[in-house]
T-cell receptor, first 110, second 112 residues
Framework: KNEVEQSPQNLTAQEGEFITINCSYS?????LHWLQQHPGGGIVSLFM???GKKKHGRLIATINIQEKHSSLHITASHPRDSAVYIC????????????FGGGTRVLVKP | DTGVSQNPRHKITKRGQNVTFRCDPI?????LYWYRQTLGQGPEFLTY????????KSRLLSDRFSAERPKGSFSTLEIQRTEQGDSAMYLC??????????FGPGTRLTVL
């Protein structure tokens, strides 16, 4: 079993729909990251959170430390949101290295 | 553009050749990380530096791999005697000790 599991692996939505991506982790963490990767490889950090909820534009990330679970929500999805979304667990010790989930490939159709 | 640069962006090499990649982090960042990502998978940790000290290496980093950060600024990752299984995207990230990691665009390696 991977230390960080994401679901679903793939997701197709119509423009305007609400999207939820889930992440469960089995390791102790100091923070949980949500990252976005577009075709071509570049990774952009969306959120780093250790408790509660963060919001940036149409993106919302939540984390439940007790249940070791995080979600990324995209409201009013748009075709430009099409990308791979990756959650990553940051170790408290060991230099803050990241352990990544396998990613969720999101396609938003116009 | 996150401010982290990697060169080259693409490298095609024949099996058995040596390759070297370079990462230039954000200048004030004292931590530098290398990750590897194969097609359709999430990235995997390879190694990290704090300033010039290499503090941890993954079991994925066989003895054919070596990384350096000689002056605590840029870093190089060398792969000797490349194998087809080394084909992947090699990602570099930098951060302050307690900060968000900023990723470079990656170097895509293809071993023929």
């Amino acid at each position: 079993k991977n230390e960080v599991e994401q679901s679903p692996q793939n997701l197709t939505a119509q423009e305007g729909e609400f999207i939820t991506i889930n992440c469960s982790y089995s390791v102790g963490i100091s923070a949980l990251h949500w990252l976005q990767q577009h075709p071509g490889g570049g990774i952009v950090s969306l959120f780093m959170l250790s408790s509660g909820k963060k919001k940036h534009g149409r993106l919302i990330a939540t984390i439940n430390i007790q249940e070791k679970h995080s979600s990324l929500h995209i409201t009013a999805s748009h075709p430009r949101d099409s990308a791979v979304y990756i959650c990553a667990a940051q170790a408290g010790a060991a230099g803050n290295k990241l352990t990544f989930g396998g990613g969720t490939r999101v396609l938003v159709k116009p | 553009d996150t401010g982290v640069s990697q060169n080259p962006r693409h490298k095609i090499t024949k099996r058995g050749q040596n390759v070297t990649f370079r990462c230039d982090p954000i200048s004030e960042h004292n931590r530098l990380y290398w990750y590897r990502q194969t097609l359709g998978q999430g990235p995997e940790f390879l190694t990290y530096f704090q300033n010039e000290a290499q503090l941890e290496k993954s079991r994925l980093l066989s003895d054919r791999f070596s990384a350096e950060r000689p002056k605590g600024s840029f870093s190089t990752l060398e792969i000797q005697r490349t194998e087809q299984g080394d084909s992947a995207m090699y990602l570099c990230a930098s951060s302050l000790v307690e900060g968000t990691q900023y990723f470079g665009p990656g170097t895509r390696l293809t071993v023929l």
